[in-house]
């Protein structure tokens, strides 16, 4: 690990949401949402990621929620996600939002397409030339239809713009934690634990939407080495981790956000809300999390 690139990205990011309310993404929502994983410990916010149904909002609702956001003199570092099959429409997006500085971008492989690893490399390096900001690498073949090779990866890694990778398979995660080019960040829920008791330094958790502070609290244990205090805070989030991706992400994460009064339960169609069955599942997991309580409630 001490060969790694230093990147910004450490800590718990979250893949935020966008909550809408009548069709219109709710700004009033987006910001108290934003002000809530702030005050939990969260590091930093991923904005129009899959998690947030980026690719079915318009640049003007992107713009808005930014702007909404960012308008908090407090308000927590952002990464947009910028993801597409074009990539000249990609870098175009790129170029009209980087005048809002993000802390970076988090920038998946062409979609649908499968282009070679010889594809994906020129994928990113148009995106390089298109801002100077970090990009963060984005390995997720079961949306994309495409997979990154750790060579592809630590080709990239010798670019300026290119230091961290969220990776979604805990096999290859394991693979970066033990090398040294990419700071890698865990993109499977249920491999944070081990992922930050290995030595990882970040990730981009969407089921910490629920429960933010007890995620914040599993990876200080673990970067201390109490590694069975942090099992022992993380056990009880490992069913409800599974429901939150039991249907297609994120209705179930808005479901479980509706409960708690943080949001309305709307998604944009194609996208459709969480079942009345997972909704009840859900219902009865975030009891039993509810009580089981953290370290810092018995301290």
Not at 233 to 247: H, N
């Amino acid at each position: 690990m001490d060969a790694q690139k230093t990147t910004p990205f450490e800590g718990i990011w979250l893949p935020m949401i966008t909550p809408m309310r009548a069709g219109h993404v709710d700004l009033d929502a987006a910001q108290a949402l934003a002000r809530y994983y702030r005050n939990a410990g969260i590091a930093g916010l991923v904005l129009f990621g899959s998690t947030g149904e980026g690719n079915l909002l318009s640049m003007p609702e992107k713009i808005g929620m930014i702007e909404a956001i960012s308008s908090d003199p407090d308000a927590l570092p952002l990464v947009f996600g910028a993801g597409g099959v074009d990539t000249r429409g990609v870098a175009a997006a790129i170029r009209r939002l980087d005048r809002y500085r993000p802390a970076g971008y988090l920038v998946p492989p062409p979609y649908y397409l499968g282009p070679s690893q010889a594809g994906i490399l020129w994928h990113y390096r148009q995106i390089a030339w298109a801002t100077e900001r970090p990009i963060i690498l984005y390995n997720i073949p079961k949306r994309t239809g495409a997979t990154m090779t750790v060579q592809t990866m630590e080709t990239l890694a010798a670019l300026p713009n290119f230091n961290a990778v969220k990776e979604c398979n805990p096999s290859v995660l394991a693979t970066l934690n033990s090398r040294g080019p990419l700071a890698p960040l865990c993109g499977e829920d249920l491999a944070l634990l081990d992922h930050f008791l290995a030595g990882g330094r970040g990730a981009i958790a969407a089921a910490a939407h629920l429960y933010p502070d007890r995620y914040v609290e599993i990876m200080l244990l673990a970067r201390d080495g109490h590694a069975e205090a942090a099992r022992e805070l993380f056990e009880p989030l490992r069913g409800l981790i599974r429901l939150l991706f039991a249907e297609p992400n994120p209705a179930p994460i808005k479901r479980a956000l509706a409960m708690q009064g943080l949001v309305a339960d709307e998604l944009r169609m194609p996208m459709t809300n969480a079942s009345r069955e997972l909704g009840a599942r859900l219902q009865r997991a975030m009891s039993m999390v509810q009580g089981s309580p953290s370290r810092l409630q018995t301290a």
